[in-house]
């Protein structure tokens, strides 16, 4: 991952770009081995010296519980949940009652004990497994850390600096402002990593896989970090400085570009339509549709609705959402997913006792799940329904393997209907959809897209499950970064099915956002695509720089060599 | 009272960092003392680091003592978190 140069004493490191951007600075180095301080107290300084501890304790955890607050205001549970973890860390009895113990017998200060109790427990865990998952400690006793010196952290950051350090905790770039900090480099840390993430959120650039300790003897005098192409230019020569301010300028110059192009349709080079759906979680995600002039909803996560209040949401709220979304968006499409629980998503039943599977990517998830909880299925439905007259309101069903499914809800439907008849409510007949994501419909989905009015093909689900691999798994996410023949071979047939019976497709999932992907699924003759709102200007422009005809030719070429 | 009881740990990943840090949040509202004993350890269950320093896995079954007044609603709720499985990561 390393190339060095040596030009003067420019030098220049590859690694691998996490988050985009160009930024010039001063380094600023963020060890988390910082030099611990060792005295020796008296023993009026212990006393204090505990008290510096309890107090470091104290702020830490109001940190945390800020961050918590915030967190669950945005909606992210789960990070509200790791959070959590933390606050009980630091809250050990057997720890705190330690370190203090330690403090009275050693004399020694804070960050020697405490460093020495912690380092102990960590020591004392040799699973490899268990090493990985308590990695959230060393995040804990930084922050402990940095409440024992509070006057050194903050200030000695400088404004615009590049924080250079071999790891960095997610609660770190969380807090840190954009305007103190303009870039990250790091040592670890990996392209899908809650850092990652974060970063791209925040529009930070970040560059990782750079050896950190190859700069420890290197003075540097300010430095470029070069986003786009992975670069990491320490004491840039003159000329490649201003070559990077005009870069910074241009880059910042293609995204007000970027943003010019919501006005315009989508079309590639040559002229095709293609049609951009969003892909929304909330309520209050509908405004994308207006902000980036989609077509409409292409997936309503349902199941989200779960998610933000824990519990089953009432038919009144389920009802008030879906037809708040539907009056918004006038006659664009709507298409509501029904709840699509299970797999990866089984933490909502996080309370039910009885909600076990060994093998949940494989068991009773989506359309299964409520073909088993039939009520739960009919309350949202009727929701749907009564909603249904306000706008333009499809239904779509997720994970889809067997057609018996299918006349499940098109039965429970009818069922509804006519008791929304009965009881005077005024409803309207809406279209029904598949999720194309599981093999065993995927194979004969001639089959199974005549039973549906449209289809949507989920990609990360079915490529996980065509290949046989868990995309969260680092030892087989590889088969994630390309195209599979199978996977090519398999989506060619659910378009051309789409086309011959003229039932529309719409994709959905990740594979969009690899711009590796965008030419062949507009070859394969993708036309309709949800995307959320994070990535859409920029899948955008990668889209009108395509040339349709041609990628449909590449994609045959593909095709037929391979056959 | 006090109760001792054997109890399978379900959850796909053992006791980590969250299920130690749930049963620590449990037992803080609780007057019992708690503890787990597993290949001749034992720690106070308050303790997320001394539950962790156990590496309990997957189908490991692990001794729960509980004693105080409480103990009874406290086995009840330990025991309902190791045969929780929480939602990995």
């Known amino acids: 991952m390393l190339r060095r140069r040596i030009n003067k004493k420019q030098i220049i490191l590859q690694g691998i770009s996490i988050s985009k951007g160009i930024a010039i600075g001063k380094p600023f180095f963020l060890f988390q081995k910082k030099n611990v301080p060792n005295q020796t107290l008296s023993e009026q300084e212990v006393l204090e010296e505990i008290e510096r501890y309890r107090g470091a304790l104290k702020k830490s955890k109001e940190d945390l519980k800020y961050l918590q607050r915030r967190f669950i205001k945005d909606g992210a549970f789960v990070v509200a949940d790791i959070l959590d973890a933390h606050l009980e860390i630091l809250q050990d009895p057997v720890i705190t009652e330690l370190v203090e113990k330690n403090i009275r017998k050693t004399h020694k200060n804070t960050e020697v004990v405490f460093q020495q109790v912690i380092g102990e427990y960590k020591l004392s865990i040799k699973d490899k497994f268990f090493k990985e998952r308590i990695k959230d400690i060393t995040d804990v006793s930084w922050r402990v850390f940095s409440h024992l010196n509070p006057i050194k952290e903050s200030l000695e950051v400088e404004k615009n600096c590049i924080i250079i350090a071999n790891e960095i905790n997610p609660s770190d770039v969380f807090e840190i402002k954009n305007k103190i900090v303009s870039a990250f480099i790091t040592d670890k840390v990996g392209y899908s990593s809650h850092v990652g993430i974060i970063a791209r959120a925040k529009g930070i650039p970040f560059i990782a896989k750079i050896d950190i300790n190859l700069l420890n003897n290197v003075e540097i005098e300010n430095l470029i970090v070069d986003g786009i192409s992975g670069i990491v230019i320490i004491n840039p020569t003159l000329k490649n400085l201003e070559k990077y301010k005009k870069l910074k300028i241009n880059f910042f110059k293609f995204y007000v570009e970027l943003k010019k192009q919501i006005d315009f349709l989508t079309k590639t080079k040559d002229g095709k339509d293609i049609k951009i759906f969003s892909t929304i979680e909330s309520l209050k995600d509908v405004d994308f549709v207006f902000k980036y002039k989609t077509e409409g909803i292409g997936l309503f996560r349902s199941e989200y609705l779960f998610f933000q209040d824990r519990k089953i949401p009432s038919e009144k709220k389920q009802f008030y959402v879906y037809k708040e979304i539907a009056k918004k968006l006038k006659n664009k499409p709507f298409i509501i997913r029904l709840f699509d629980f299970g797999g990866d998503k089984d933490f909502l039943f996080k309370e039910k006792k009885d909600f076990f599977e060994i093998n949940p990517m494989l068991g009773c998830r989506g359309i299964r799940y409520l073909i088993k909880n039939e009520d739960l299925l009919k309350i949202q439905l009727k929701a749907i329904l009564k909603a249904s007259i306000h706008g333009n309101i499809k239904i779509l069903i997720p994970f889809v393997s067997n057609l018996s499914e299918i006349s499940f809800v098109k039965d429970k439907i009818k069922e509804v209907m006519s008791e929304l008849k009965d009881a005077n409510i005024p409803c309207k007949k809406v279209l029904i959809g598949m999720m194309m994501e599981v093999p065993s419909a995927a194979i004969i989905s001639n089959i199974f897209i005549k039973e549906v009015d449209f289809c949507s093909v989920g990609t990360n689900d079915l490529m996980q499950y065509i290949m046989a691999a868990d995309r969260a798994n680092n030892d087989v996410n590889v088969f994630f970064d390309s195209l599979d023949y199978s996977i090519l071979k398999l989506l060619k047939e659910i378009v051309d099915n789409s086309n011959f019976y003229g039932k529309p497709l719409i994709l959905c999932g990740e594979m969009m956002l690899n711009p590796k992907f965008i030419e062949l699924l507009i070859g394969l003759g993708i036309r309709n695509i949800s995307l959320s709102a994070r990535q859409m200007l920029e899948i955008k422009y990668l889209i009108m720089k395509i040339n349709a005809s041609l990628a449909e030719k590449k994609v045959k070429k593909i095709l037929t060599f391979l056959n | ?89």
């Not at chain 2, 620590?24 to 001749?40: C, E, G, H, R």
């Open chain 2, 1 to 89: 009272m006090k109760i001792v009881k054997k109890v399978k740990v379900k959850n796909k990943f053992g006791l980590h960092i969250r299920p130690a840090a749930a049963i620590a949040k449990i037992l803080q509202s609780k007057k019992s003392s708690v503890f787990f004993t597993y290949k001749n350890d034992t720690v106070n269950a308050r303790s997320v680091m001394g539950i962790l320093s156990l590496v309990i896995k997957k189908n490991s079954i692990i001794s729960v003592s509980v004693e105080g007044v409480d103990a009874e609603i406290t086995m009840k709720e330990v025991t309902e978190v190791l045969n929780k499985c929480f939602e990995e990561e």
